[in-house]
């Protein structure tokens, strides 16, 4: 069923914008360390976009899971970040302060921001993508992609959806399926060399750039030239290793940059050359991050924030003690140049941010 223009219709589920004020969120005991860890490696394969190795925390916290005193409901939306793990969607204003909250998700991941202010959440273990109208208010539209689990959503120039599908909910191969403006689905592709179809973002031109693994665990990049109008898959080659992948995020000059979640680094890279993107023409550190999932630019692309799974903290020993060294958060860096983050939101233990979009109110 087409999304009517403005939203206005309710088409599927209750979700509900829980305003905060006043608290600082409730807590819960923190699990043993021995029910912290992810099962990615055991029965059916994970739809989480963490990568091997970082314990998968669910210790069933209260919805607030923001850590501060000073949580109000005043200052709009600025930063908002998915939390996988307490099934929400944390909304703050330019200052870091929450100012509210989405619910009644299954593991939401992956954001974007239509031009309109519209948020699309990829709801992955419900396999749809949830659709609020700017300002968040109200029930949200769904666009269901059935038989997946859809992990990032990326919008282009004309509305038209990207969903990077990680695996089908049977487990079987991801893939990328097109959604016009109306929430029609107009294709799918797949490639034999993906198996886990995880990050992906449209460039100015239309073009989707994805990233994901391979049969193997491995890293692999890919575009769909033409996007929407894309017939197929095209796999891109780099000049340097990547370890594991983490967002995508395309600058406002048209370079595209790639997430390594395991080398704690984001490559930026110019557009490719005959199915290469080269050597990454910057690298950015980022100094002290444990496990960067995604990153969103600022209007002026000083400036970047991640969603960190596990800042400031070693993931060795947060295997051993996750309630003593596993900080999720979400961090501000100087874009190219990295280094520490300097300006933190962090979160209760168990939190796992993984999705982050910003608003015009985060710039520069």
Known sequence: MPIPSRLEYVLSGTVVLALLAGCSGGGAGTPAATSAF???????????VLRPGVPELHPNLPPTAFVSNEINAKGGASIIVSDAS?????IFNAAGKQTAQLTGFSQPQGLALDKAGNLYVADTKNSRIQVYVAGFTGTPATINDPGESPASVSIDSKGNLGVANILTTGSGPGSVSFFNKGGTLLTTLSNANFYKVIFDAFDDEGDLY????????????GEVVGGVSGKAISILTTGNSIGYPGGIAISSTGKIALDDQENVSIFTYNAPVKGSLGMPIATTPLTGAGDPISFAFTGTNKHIWVADAA???????????????????????????????????????GAQPDGIVLTRDAQP
């Open 311 to 349: 800042h400031g903290k070693s993931t060795a020993s947060a295997q051993v003690e996750p309630d003593k060294f596993l900080v999720p958060s979400a961090d501000k860096y100087r874009y190219s140049k990295g280094g520490a983050s300097n300006k933190d939101i962090l979160f209760k233990h």
């Open 86 to 90: 307490n099934n929400v969607v944390d």
């Open 210 to 221: 994805i990233d994901g693994t391979n049969a193997s665990g491995a890293f692999v990049a």
């Open 38 to 48: 992810s099962q990615q490696s055991v029965g059916a394969q994970s739809t989480s």
